[in-house]
């Protein structure tokens, strides 16, 4: 659930409801649908165009830039406009959702030519939304795409040495 909040009655703590709550509700997963796809941060939608190469369907895509935002509704497709790591565009794919999940998310924070601040970089909020995504849409299967630099960052929260990245 996404915009609620708590409110204290005596010794009891209660969920309440607000004007922007969302529940998302959760269907078992179809094996029919393992070849559908909902990519966020999809820019050109170049990664979904792989997908569609090998006999996935992409059924919704969700992006920032308002620029390909329509670029892409002029192609007839179902975009979601906005940042993914928002809890109302997450919502919103909530519909759409099959078993796939991809999405090309920031390079710039981790790249050479983006200055590698890492964390500390406000385009980063296109991984931990996209991974956010994932567990709240509860997507068996998802295709990130980034650079490889983002498997060695220094930055990451509560990493150690022993932290390995799969």
């Known amino acids: 659930m996404f915009g609620i909040k708590t409110l204290t009655v005596g010794s009891q703590v209660w969920l309440t409801r ?29 990664v979904s165009q792989g997908c569609e190469a090998c006999g996935a369907t992409v059924v919704c895509y969700n992006e920032m830039n308002s620029k390909f935002v329509a670029w892409m509704k002029n192609q007839g497709k179902i975009i979601i406009e906005g940042d993914v790591s928002s809890s109302q565009v997450i919502a919103q794919l909530a519909p759409y959702c099959g078993n796939i999940l991809s999405g090309g998310i920031a390079c710039q924070p981790w790249s050479l030519l983006g200055g590698q601040k890492e964390m500390e970089d406000d385009r980063r909020r296109s991984m931990p939304g996209m991974l956010r995504a994932i567990h709240f849409l509860q997507i068996p299967l998802a295709v990130m795409e980034c650079t490889p630099a983002v498997l060695s960052g220094s930055n990451w929260p509560h990493r150690s040495s022993s932290t390995e990245f799969l």
């Open 18 to 46: 607000t004007p922007s709550t969302v529940a998302l509700r959760h269907q078992p997963k179809e094996f029919s649908k393992m070849t559908t796809v909902i990519e966020v941060c999809s820019g050109i939608s170049a």
